[in-house]
């Protein structure tokens, strides 16, 4: 079988978007062209991380132009209504097609969302987590209920929301990632899809074992899901060559930002990330190669996934072979600028992992 690959879309982008001389001009109108060329290349849609633009307005904007495009939308619980983020996630839903929306249930940081007036630490998010996305899947499944919880007290939830469906559905699906016991536990009794940032091998494996053993124990199985970035070059020298251009043309104040970054401290999966690097810049990139061809070295410079994989086409599709035969059924790629790498990786990459493009269907 083949895996789910899905691209990433975000307003930051171009060839080191990081830095300002590294971004290009984004608009409406590339949004869309990126979108239609994620759609054509045959990845399944794209992961809307939680950036510059809210995702809703991103999500559309990408969805009315790409016919098959399934965003992945990053929402922090809590933040809105869970009966209005149902409405919200119905009517896409009715304006675009059913089935095309997927939840990525972030946790965010305790710093960064106290500007949303949210004052909640890491483990008591997570119980907020559980309840919000409990509502929020009976809602887009067609439910109407009352609710009484920690967090939530809702009459007639649902009522307001019949018009929008012709009674029970299939749930907007829940797709989730994070490595701290609180976040494990709440998403083997909750989400549909565990992801994770790249970890060498041995790492990864001892964190998926944990995630399906506390999964098991709720009665349930979690597909898994491997966000990585890609330098993919025609050789091995091509691929670390560029690594190394990224540690070149990064600013010494972006690296002490990066390193420096308190608000995300909370999380275990960054910490993980954190401790592949150590929070040294290495004088060549290849230096922090621990395993073949995974790289620690985005961390230094960017937040989010921190591991890149470098390497020849055939290298970095050996590397996605090894986590598939893992249980990994979903990888989330992206690659510097979006737009030219979603070209590459949808011509070599996909078609060896079976993947084929929109284009060839009809
Ligand atoms: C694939 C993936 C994508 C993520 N996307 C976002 C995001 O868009 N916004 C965000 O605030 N956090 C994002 N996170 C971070 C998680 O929501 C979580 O905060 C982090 O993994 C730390 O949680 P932990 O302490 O349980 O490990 C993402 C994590 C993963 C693995």
């Known amino acids: ?217 709720h009665g349930r199985s979690l597909r898994i899901g491997l966000r990585l970035h890609l330098i993919v070059r025609d050789t091995e020298d091509e691929a670390w060559a560029a690594a190394d251009r990224l540690l070149e043309v990064t600013s010494r104040e972006t690296y002490a930002r990066q390193l420096g970054r308190v608000e995300d401290a909370d999380g275990v999966g960054w910490q993980r990330q954190y401790r592949q690097h150590g929070g040294r810049v290495p004088a060549r990139a290849r230096e922090l190669e621990a395993h073949p061809n995974m790289w620690p070295g985005m961390g230094l410079f960017r937040p989010g996934p921190g591991t890149a994989v470098v390497g020849s086409t055939s290298q970095v599709v050996d590397r996605l072979h090894e986590f598939e035969a893992m249980g990994v059924d979903t990888f989330i790629l992206s690659g510097n600028p979006l737009l030219e790498e979603a070209y590459r990786v949808g011509e070599t990459i996909l078609p060896a992992l079976g993947v084929r493009p929109r284009t060839s269907r009809h």
């Open 1 to 217: 079988m083949s895996p789910e690959v899905l691209w990433y879309v975000i307003p930051r982008e171009g060839p080191y978007p990081w830095e300002p001389a590294g971004r290009r001009p984004v608009d409406l109108a590339y949004l869309q062209q990126l979108g239609g060329a994620v759609d054509r290349l045959g990845f399944s849609g794209a992961l809307l991380a939680t950036d510059l633009y809210d995702v809703w307005s991103l999500g559309s904007v990408v969805a009315a132009a790409a016919p098959t495009f399934r965003p992945l939308l990053a929402i922090h619980p809590g933040l809105i209504s869970p009966t209005l983020l149902a409405k919200m996630a119905l009517s896409f839903e009715a304006l675009f097609g059913a089935g095309r929306l997927r939840f990525n249930v972030v946790n965010g940081s305790t710093e960064s969302l106290r500007e949303y007036g949210l004052h909640l630490e890491h483990d008591e998010r997570y119980e907020l987590s559980a309840e919000y996305w409990q509502i929020v899947r009976r809602l887009t499944a067609g439910e109407t209920f009352d609710h009484k919880g920690r967090f939530y007290d809702l009459k007639g939830a649902g009522n307001s929301l019949r018009e929008l469906h012709d009674g029970p559905r299939p749930h907007v699906p829940m797709w989730f990632g994070g490595s701290s016991p609180a976040g494990i536990e709440m998403a083997a009794e909750n989400v549909d899809v565990y992801l994770t940032w790249g970890e060498p091998p041995h790492l990864l494996k001892e964190k998926l074992d944990r995630v399906r053993e506390r999964a098991a124990a």
